[in-house]
């Protein structure tokens, strides 16, 4: 597999804290939660990834691909893996595509990556003067054949200045993640690793209007209003997908 360039862009991280009790189950068995002074978290996450594409093809010749996703912070178990990086632990990703091969793509990052994607009519439009004036709305309908339907709508943007999450802070826990997990065909656990410069942050204001992924995921409608950051966006690489060795 092949070492992938992707364009983050307009990302919202919105975090709510949850117990970890009610994450746990909802794990492999092989994965830990990650907490963050004793509160598991669970991150929606809407952006658009523009020029996606394998790292050896010329810039410019990639798809744009709107995306939205639910995930929470996880750990491989320390009694199965030594290498025990934090990381990303994705429960769904919503994703758009080119007219007439979406759900194809779909199916084969499902396949390739063993994430657990679906395909969805996503709408992603930016406004005003960037960044601090930019105003984001973004609606995604999911349209996976068979899957649990899901609409997540919000208007969201930057507030104030830029930051860097100092280290070991709320915001530096919930945004610099550098690999997600997933768990393959055989149990087993599988990972990829994102290289990328610190995220560029901002306070954010997040009009959330409409959202069923926690609904769709088995998850309770959160009760309190989330901790929202706002990036610009910055470039990435993803490593292909491999089995973690214990």
Not at 53 to 72: D, F, M, S, Y
Not at 200 to 209: C, K, N, P, Q, R
Not at 213 to 232: H, K, Q, T, V
Request: glycine share 8%.
């Amino acid at each position: 597999m092949l070492t992938l360039h992707m364009g983050w862009r307009h990302l919202l991280f919105a975090n709510w804290p949850v117990a970890p009790e009610i994450i746990e189950p909802r794990i492999p068995d092989a994965l830990d939660v990650d907490t963050y002074d004793g509160q598991a978290w669970l991150s929606v996450v809407p952006y658009v990834n523009v020029d996606v594409r394998p790292v050896q093809a010329p810039a410019g010749t990639g798809i744009r691909l709107p995306e939205l996703n639910l995930r929470t912070y996880v750990r491989p178990d320390e009694s199965r893996y030594r290498d025990r990086k934090p990381g990303v632990y994705f429960f769904s990703l919503d994703a758009d595509g080119l007219p007439g091969i979406g759900l194809a793509s779909v199916l084969g990052a499902r396949l390739l990556h063993a994430l657990p994607y679906y395909y969805a009519d996503i709408d992603c439009t930016a406004t005003g003067d960037a960044p601090n004036g930019t105003t984001i709305r973004f609606d995604s309908r999911r349209r996976h054949p068979g899957a649990r339907p899901v609409r997540f709508r919000a208007t969201y943007g930057p507030t104030g200045e830029a930051f860097r999450p100092e280290p070991n802070s709320l915001a530096a826990f919930l945004t610099e993640r550098y690999r997600f997990y997933t768990e393959g065909s055989d149990a087993g656990i599988r990972y990829a690793d994102i290289r990328h410069e610190p995220w560029s942050l901002y306070d954010a204001t997040a009009d959330i209007t409409e959202n069923t992924l926690f609904r769709a995921d088995g998850f309770a409608d959160p009760e309190s209003d989330p901790i929202c950051y706002y990036s610009p966006g910055l470039d990435i690489q993803a490593s292909p997908n491999q089995k973690l060795e214990k």
